[in-house]
């Protein structure tokens, strides 16, 4: 069945720590990925977006994702988290027909 | 400004009762969506319009209604036929430009239904 994997659930970090988020899809051909974060009780916020070209795409806040093709991949990344990127983060994949399936999130937690 | 608009915010149903969501969205864009999002599932597809007066079932359809009778408005009904309403819903919507690169979904900012 096609789906999109975010493997890990809950992420706990201290601030200024790296982050990186997991996201795997199982659909074949063309594929349109992105990244979307959600504060408690609000919408959803688009972060960034893959289409075709550089596989590493930069999005707003300082965040970065890569896409790899050959472990159909689409991960998160910032270098150094602050207390509000606290969150919760959704990949979604779209195969051109306008509409989006999601993974079912990963909580990040950031220390002080 | 541009956007959409969820209303209400909050919401409690009765058992029994037939409730009606709110959203409403002044960025021109053609295709309208609502999604249902439970703690640990993620965003599921209930419905969605591509343009006024058509709409097709999403993968959790059963005990919802819509219509689009208009470009701006997207209304979902939470039916008595639903049996677990509780949850947290979404409305988003998007251009639909043929060939196009797809800017993806801009979303309101939510409903909370509780059923009591």
């Known amino acids: ?112 | 400004d541009g956007g959409i608009t969820q209303s209400p915010k909050y919401l409690f149903r009765k058992e029994g009762q037939n409730v009606t969501l709110s959203c409403e969205q002044n960025l021109n864009h053609d295709a309208m969506y609502w999604y249902r999002q439970d703690p640990g599932q993620g965003l599921r597809l209930i419905y969605y319009s591509q343009i006024v007066n058509d709409f097709q079932k999403g993968d959790i359809a059963e005990g919802y209604s819509v219509s689009r009778e208009k470009k701006e408005s997207f209304p979902l009904t939470v039916t008595s036929a639903q049996k677990n309403p509780t949850a947290f819903y979404l409305c988003a919507s998007s251009f639909d430009l043929m060939g196009q690169p797809w800017a993806g979904y801009t979303f309101g900012s939510g409903t909370r239904l509780t059923v009591v």
Do not use: M
């Not at chain 1, 504060?39 to 970065?64: M, R």
């Not at chain 1, 983060?89 to 002080?112: E, W």
């Open chain 1, 1 to 112: 069945a096609q789906s999109v994997s975010q493997h890990n659930h809950h992420v706990i970090l201290s601030e200024a720590a790296s982050l990186e988020l997991g996201c795997n899809y199982s659909y074949g051909g063309t594929v349109n990925l992105f990244w979307y974060v959600q504060s408690p009780g609000q919408g959803l916020q688009l972060l960034l977006k893959y289409f075709s070209g550089d596989t590493l795409v930069q999005g707003i806040k300082g965040f970065e994702a890569e896409f790899k093709r050959s472990q159909s991949s689409f991960n998160l990344r910032k270098p150094s988290v602050h207390w509000s990127d606290a969150a919760e983060y959704f990949c979604a994949v779209s195969l051109n027909d306008y509409k989006l399936s999601f993974g079912a999130g990963t909580t990040v937690t950031v220390r002080a």
